[in-house]
Every structure is written in C-alpha cells, then in structure tokens.
C-alpha cells in the first residue's frame, strides 16, 4: 500500500512528489498519458520565477521531475482509467492490467487541448490539425498557416509559427485579443501575422489526400464566408480538464473542473486531493499547478499523520 500516489506529472504533480518525498511518505507518480505535461509541448517560459532568462518548457519539467527523483519519488507509466474508495478509506487506481493501492492520492492530471467540434477533426488530427505548435511548426515551412484563439497560448503559437511559415493567420470570435497586454502587443508588432477578426472557422478543408487544404471562415458579424488556404490548423481556444476517471469522488463544476473545499485542495472524499490545472479554471499558469501541488502535499502529510 503505497502512502501517496500522484497522478500526473506536470508542474502540480512533480511539486507535490518533491514536498512528499522530502517528508519521507516515498510517493509513486502515475505518468498519464502526457508525461511531463503540458510545458513539454511549449516553447520558452518567461514567467516562472528563478529563471529570469527564460527556460525552454521541456527543459524545466526535466529538471521538475529530476528534483523529484533526487529525493525518491518513483514513477510509473500508467493511463488511470478509474478510481474507487474502499471501506477502509483506501483507494484503488485502476491503469489497464495494473491496480495500485494507496492511503491517499493527489489528482494532477491538468487539462487537454479544446476542440471546435467539426464533423471531420478526429481524422484530421496530424494531418493539418494540431494543437501544438512545437511539435509540428517545423513541419509548415514557408507556407500559410492558422492559429485559432486569442489568448496567449495562440499568440504564443503564432509567434512561434512566424518562424517557419510564409504567414500565420490568428483567427479570433472577437475584435480583441484576450492575451496578456505584453502578448498582444507583441503579436500584433509581427508582420508575419494576419489577424482575423469577428471571424469563426466553421469548415476544415482538404485536398484529395484527406490533408488539410483550407478553412471555411464565417465573419460573426454579418455571416459572410470565405475560404482561406493554409496547410495547417493550429488550435489555441483553451482546455479540457483531465477529471472523469475521479468519477463520483470528486464534485465538479460544469466545464467539468474538479471542485476543492475553499481555499484548499481537499476534494469532497477525505485522503482524496486535486491540484493545478484540472481543478483551476482561473490562474491555470505552471506557478500557480506548483503552488497547488505544493499544497495538496503539505494537506496529504496532514492527513497521513491524522489517519496514522
Ligand atoms: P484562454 O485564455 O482561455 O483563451 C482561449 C481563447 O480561445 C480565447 O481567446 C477564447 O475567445 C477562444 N475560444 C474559446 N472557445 C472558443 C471557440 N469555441 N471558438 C473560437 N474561439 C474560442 O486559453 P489559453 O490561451 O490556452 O490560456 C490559458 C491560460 O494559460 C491563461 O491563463 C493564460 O494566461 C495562460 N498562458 C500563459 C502563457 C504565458 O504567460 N507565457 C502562455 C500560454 C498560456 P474569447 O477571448 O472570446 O473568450
């Protein structure tokens, strides 16, 4: 019977297996099925403190997780499809063929990347539909691509794209971005980006070979359509948080987020707690997952000591 599992691996999950390793409780991280989380799919993070020149995304997740195992958490691969209370107040994690016991478990399993819901967009994926940039910019070399949003991840990624295509198109349902006023600026400074205003994509397009050939846009202002070729799709417009293998031990708000006691990260089921981007829809920045992983950690400790 493990003490603490952690399930997930991103910043909330490496920083409560530091605090739980460091008070010896030998926890057991579960990976999910994106090890290292959503910064591994970023380019540079100039906002997390202590690195005042910036660090690569993948590059600080290493070192997250590297500080973990110095002080001995271990880690598993595993995708956690359910789990339950038993009567002894234990859970059981349930990953494939594999079952894990343990006294109390900290859910860090972040957020996925929102979809428009088109009709043919799960056969698109990675045919010119995508929603990372670092992973597949480098793939669109001088010609015209899309970003989709207008937060920072899509200024972000359109800066990103400025670096190999010919032009990067920011489409955007409104008229002005919801990035950070620093983003914006810069994103609307870069000549390579065409921003698309009041506009929505409401068809992908492809050629022959089932790749990604256009977009159909729709002007939300006066329903006008138009066609736009561009070899790739990105898309910016937000999350999904990674909550319903927790079934019916956690309560969640409607977007599915996982809801804490106030002001913690205590779940509804005692020895049960969630922390980082699965139950905050509100900061969701790497500092604030750490900040909650942290948290969740020194509550876990808390509670193993009580239920000794
Ligand atoms: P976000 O801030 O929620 O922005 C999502 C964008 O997508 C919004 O512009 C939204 O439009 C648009 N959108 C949502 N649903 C849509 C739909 N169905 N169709 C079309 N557009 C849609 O998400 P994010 O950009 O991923 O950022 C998430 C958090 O991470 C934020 O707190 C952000 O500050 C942070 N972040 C920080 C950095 C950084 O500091 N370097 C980088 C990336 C992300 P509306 O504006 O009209 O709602």
Redesign the pocket.
Known sequence: MENVIIIGTGCAGCTAAIYTARASLNPLMLTGTQPGGQLTTTTE???FPGHPEGIMGPELMMKLQAQAEKFGARIAWASVESITRLADGSFCIKAGEEEYAAKTVIVATGAAP?H?GLPNEQTLIGHGLTSCATCDGAFYRDVPVCV???????C?EAGFLTRFASKVYLI???DTL?A?KIMAERTLANPKIVPVWNS?VSAYLTDGKGEMRAIKLTNLKDGGETEVDVACVFV????VPNSSFAGDLVDKDENGYILQQPGRTATKTPGLFAAGDVADHF???AITAAGQGCAAALEAERYLSEHA
Request: zero cysteines; glycine letters at 16%; a positive charge.
């Open positions: 993070v100039e906002n929102r428009l989709i949003g207008g937060g920072d991840s899509a972000e955007h349902r409104r919801r950070s929505t910016a417009i937000g999350h900061y969701r920045q």
